[in-house]
């Protein structure tokens, strides 16, 4: 079995300001040639440092990914430390040029002459075409292994590796075949998902079980090794069988499907439309209900009533309730969502109201507190929670998340 390695060239991606998604990306597509990927590096902008990372990457793998560092700038340096990495001279290429040149040609721009480093690449490499970008990558082979440079721009990475790469680690393909799929839980925490698995997560199992956590929205994810593309297709479809009936109604999707999304599907097939009334949430159930495509189709639209005098304003709510009860009260929240489908005339609402900190909270109504209403035809439920006072970003995303997974559970999935 042939194995990957990584190396990630930035130091955007050092200092924070830029994610690595380029890596989790290509782990998923080995995996599916049957590699796997057995370390991943991130280098800054220097060529000893690149060289380095590819010396130990070169210990383990077989198949070396790079990717950044191709662009045109002094910076943009990968193509000279693979050349020093492989002890061989950096070689001007005219036909890379002309295609560069074309590039900007076409759009009726002239090629600012930095864009001429962009032409060279190792002796004995071949240029790997990109058809959305100026800079070419790379493909050099030295001691059985393959040197695979891309740039670090996610759009031109996914294009370059489909294009060129896929086909060639398709006719290489040799040993079992690894596949993954993914069940998406929300309602209770990783421990008691866990423990209702039993053995069924342990080490060394095929198919293998991993669970990650995102604001209370639980993954767990399936790793079937097999000797071919089907079987490796009917052991997770078996696993999620078997998982679906042991977690019930914690499962929300089996098909790589978000909250908002799964609760999009149930609204249009039910023919009900939704509004939304946000105190603590400032539009963030908004934003991941509009994020859907097509969500225009049951989304009627919603309030951010942060203040008092907005809910009065906007919602109708009872000046009374307020003084009485406060703002972050299960009355409030009732009287938000039935303000929010009196006022759009949607057949469901959602409304939130909290404390998301750092400070607001007491004795009696801590951060993290947050009254959640569903309002469906008749039907209203107002749900007490609190979260962990870890942080105010936490605390909104889990309110948001909550809401919807709690209209999914009334709506009868």
Partial sequence: MKRACIVSVGNELLNSQTVDTNANWLCKQLLTFGIPTEGIWIAGDEIERIVSSLKQAAEIGDI???????????????????????????????????????????????????????????????????????????????????????????VEMKRMFDDTI??????????????????????????????????????????????????????????????????????????????????????????????????????????????????????????????????SDYYLGGWVTYSNEAKIRELGVAEKLLQEYGAVSEPVARAMADGAVRKSGAGAALAITGIAGPGGGSEQKPVGLVYIAVKNGKNMEVRELRFAPFSREMIRQRAALSALNLLRLELGV
């Fill in 166 to 295: 896929r086909g060639r680690l398709e006719s290489q393909r040799s040993g079992p075949i690894v596949l993954t799929g993914r069940i998406s839980c929300y309602g209770a925490g990783e421990s008691v998902i866990a423990q209702m698995l039993g053995d069924r997560m342990k080490r060394g199992r095929n198919p293998l079980i991993n669970c990650t956590v995102s604001g209370g929205d639980i993954t767990l994810h399936i790793v079937a090794q097999a000797d071919n593309f089907e079987q490796a297709q009917q052991m997770i479809a078996e696993q999620k069988r078997e998982l679906g009936e042991i977690l019930g109604l914690l499962v929300y999707s089996t098909e790589d499907k978000s909250l908002a999304e799964v609760v999009g599907q149930l609204l249009r097939q039910k023919k009900i439309t939704l509004a939304t009334a946000e105190s603590c949430t400032g539009g963030l159930l908004g934003k991941y209900i509009t994020d859907i495509p097509g969500s």
């Fill in 64 to 154: 070396i990914f790079i990717t950044g560092g191709l662009g045109p700038t002094e910076d943009d340096i990968t193509r000279q430390a693979l050349a020093d990495f492989l002890g061989v001279q950096l070689e001007f290429r005219q036909e890379l040029l002309d295609k560069i040149e074309a590039f900007f040609k076409a759009r009726k721009l002239a090629m600012p002459e930095i864009n001429r480093t962009q032409a060279y690449i190792p002796k004995g490499g071949d240029a790997i075409e990109n058809p959305v970008g100026t800079a070419p990558g790379i493909h050099a082979a030295a001691k059985g292994k393959d040197y695979f440079c891309l740039p670090g721009v996610p």
